[in-house]
């Protein structure tokens, strides 16, 4: 896939959540969901830029999901702790949740994303490898070139249609009264 196919795969497997964020009246969340997904689904193909690093190798794995999602989640996690108040030189209790729920959060929607991206390339007839170095089984379900413009179109407004409307059905619903 290309970048407008990977974005659109990603918008779509959030869409679901952007629903139940917005219908639990968090459109902010849902809002900074979309970003996030959508933003680090790219980012598997920085292999193309990288030196000595071959396309859909590393990158494309199960492992870079989980070393990006976790780095992710202790960059939220740090970042969220500067902001939190400690008495006497240790974290309240209070504060607790506010700390693990967006950290954990933006480490699921960081490997929602880069799945969606291995998802997109599945489907190519060229695969990928995703337990590579420890299996290394191809998978492709041959369903349509990388560079297919029909296919990238499609997906890229699909999401951007299914998102749009987890977000502004719940919002139309309220103010009819439904």
Request: aromatic share 8%; no cysteine; hydrophobic share 50%.
């Amino acid at each position: 896939m290309h970048r407008r196919g990977h974005y659109g795969l990603a918008l779509l497997a959030f869409s679901p959540l952007a629903f139940l964020l917005t219908v639990s009246h968090a459109s902010g969340e849902a809002l900074v969901g979309i970003l996030i997904v959508a933003g680090v689904a790219p980012i598997p193909d920085i292999d193309q830029r990288i030196p000595f690093v071959s396309h859909r190798g590393i990158t494309h794995t199960v492992w870079f999901i989980i070393v990006a999602s976790t780095i992710a989640t202790a960059v939220t996690w740090a970042t969220t702790l500067q902001g939190t108040q400690s008495v006497n030189g240790t974290l309240s209790t209070a504060s607790a949740p506010s700390l693990v729920l967006p950290a954990f959060g933006v480490g699921f929607l960081v490997a929602l994303g880069l799945t969606t991206h291995l998802i997109g390339d599945v489907i190519t007839p060229m695969g990928i490898k995703p337990f590579a170095p420890v299996d290394d089984t191809e998978y492709t379900w041959k369903l349509t070139t990388s560079a297919n413009s029909t296919a990238n179109n499609a997906l890229f407004v699909a999401g951007l249609g299914a998102t749009g409307a987890a977000i502004y059905i719940p919002q139309i619903l309220a103010t009819i009264g439904a």
